[in-house]
Structure formats: structure tokens, C-alpha cells
């Protein structure tokens, strides 16, 4: 049974940093892309960052630079830095696996599984 459990959003001021967590269980974590979406109130989710099983990163424009995507294979593990927050980045934020695919990817239907999210929320 795959599980993705996230944990380390909270409430920050803008300008402050976090790191989003992400324990995977259940899937052959270092074979398997990971991902994280957000979604804000009121809108659609939408692609933040991907990492290969091998560590390559993709990263949607918004967070480049500001975010860094980042797996412990041996702890089956995907982490997100969150630097120099801004409102704007005020969302659940959810964790997601592509199951068996090493490859990374910004489309959310290329992903399998879902964590339950985490909410990050930045006020000004």
C-alpha cells in the first residue's frame, strides 16, 4: 500500500524560510519520480517541482531559485526548501509519485499517488 505522509507547513511571515517534508512508503522510492503541487484557495493545483530517482530537478518558474527539491533514497524521503516566502505562496502543499518512473515530470496526471497535504501559509 503506497502512503506519501507530508508534515513541516505552518504559518511563517514573508521572507521566511521552511523545509516541506515528504515519507514515502509502500513504492520502489528510488526508481520512482517525485513531485510537489500546490494549491491555493480558490484556484486550481498546480506544478512547484519534480526530482528524478537519479536527482534531477525540474522547477515550475515561479519557485526557481526560492525552492529546492530534494530525496533521501536512503530514507525514502523527498524534501522541499522553501526560501524568501511570499503570500502568494500561501498553499496546501501536496506530495505525489510517479509509481515505477524514475523520470520527473511537471504534468499532474503523470502522477499516481498523493499525500494528504500540508498547508503553508505567509503573511505579509
Known amino acids: 500500500q503506497v502512503q506519501l505522509v507530508e508534515s513541516g507547513g505552518g504559518l511563517v511571515q514573508a521572507g521566511a524560510s521552511l523545509t516541506l517534508s515528504c515519507a514515502a512508503s509502500?513504492?520502489?522510492?528510488?526508481?520512482?519520480?517525485m513531485g510537489w503541487f500546490r494549491q491555493a484557495a480558490g484556484k486550481e493545483r498546480e506544478f512547484v517541482a519534480s526530482?528524478?530517482?537519479?536527482?534531477?530537478?525540474t522547477y515550475a518558474d515561479s519557485v526557481r531559485g526560492r525552492f529546492t527539491i530534494s530525496r533521501d533514497n536512503g530514507k525514502n524521503t523527498v524534501h522541499l526548501r522553501v526560501n524568501s516566502l511570499k503570500p502568494e505562496d500561501t498553499a496546501v502543499y501536496y506530495c505525489?509519485?510517479?509509481?515505477?518512473?524514475?523520470?520527473?515530470?511537471?504534468?499532474?496526471?503523470?502522477?499516481?499517488?498523493w499525500g494528504q497535504g500540508t498547508q503553508v501559509a505567509v503573511s505579509s
Open positions: 526530482i528524478s530517482g537519479s536527482g534531477y530537478t
Open positions: 505525489a509519485v510517479r509509481f515505477g518512473s524514475p523520470y520527473y515530470s511537471q504534468q499532474e496526471s503523470a502522477y499516481n499517488y
Open positions: 509502500g513504492l520502489p522510492f528510488s526508481s520512482s519520480a
